[in-house]
Nanobody
Framework: QVQLVESGGGLVQAGGSLRLSCAAS????????LGWFRQAPGKEREFVAA????????FYADSVKGRFTISKHNANNTGHLQMNNLKSEGTAVYYC?????????????????WGQGTQVTVSS
C-alpha cells in the first residue's frame, strides 16, 4: 500500500516555474514507478510524465518535453515535477500516481495509487 500527497501547486504567470512534490508513505514506494497526470476543467485526465522505480528512466508527454523534469528519490520517499516555462494550457489539477509494477506506463488505469491532487493555475 502506498499513500501519496501532492504539494507545491499555486498561481503562476505564463513563463514562470513551479515545483510539485509528491510525498509517499508505504514500504513499496521504492519499487513503484511514479507518474504525474493532470486534469483540466471539462477535460479527461492526461499523462504528463513518468519515472521508473529506480529513477533511471523517464518519459514525457510531447506537450511538456523540454520544459518539465520528473524525479524520484527513494531515500526519502518523495518525487518531484519541476515545471518551467509554464503555459496557460497547463492550468489543471496535477496528480501523482504510483504503479506498483515499477515500469513506466502512459495510461492512468495502470496506476494503483493516487494522491488527492494539487491545483496549478497559469495566468496569461
Amino acid at each position: 500500500q502506498v499513500q501519496l500527497v501532492e504539494s507545491g501547486g499555486g498561481l503562476v504567470q505564463a513563463g514562470g516555474s513551479l515545483r510539485l512534490s509528491c510525498a509517499a508513505s508505504g514500504r513499496t514506494f521504492s519499487m513503484s514507478a511514479l507518474g504525474w497526470f493532470r486534469q483540466a476543467p471539462g477535460k479527461e485526465r492526461e499523462f504528463v510524465a513518468a519515472v521508473s522505480s529506480g529513477g533511471g528512466s523517464t518519459f514525457y508527454a510531447d506537450s511538456v518535453k523540454g520544459r518539465f523534469t520528473i524525479s524520484k528519490h527513494n531515500a526519502n520517499n518523495t518525487g518531484h515535477l519541476q515545471m518551467n516555462n509554464l503555459k496557460s494550457e497547463g492550468t489543471a489539477v496535477y496528480y501523482c500516481a504510483a504503479n506498483k509494477n515499477g515500469v513506466i506506463r502512459l495510461y492512468a488505469e495502470a496506476y494503483h495509487y493516487w494522491g488527492q491532487g494539487t491545483q496549478v493555475t497559469v495566468s496569461s
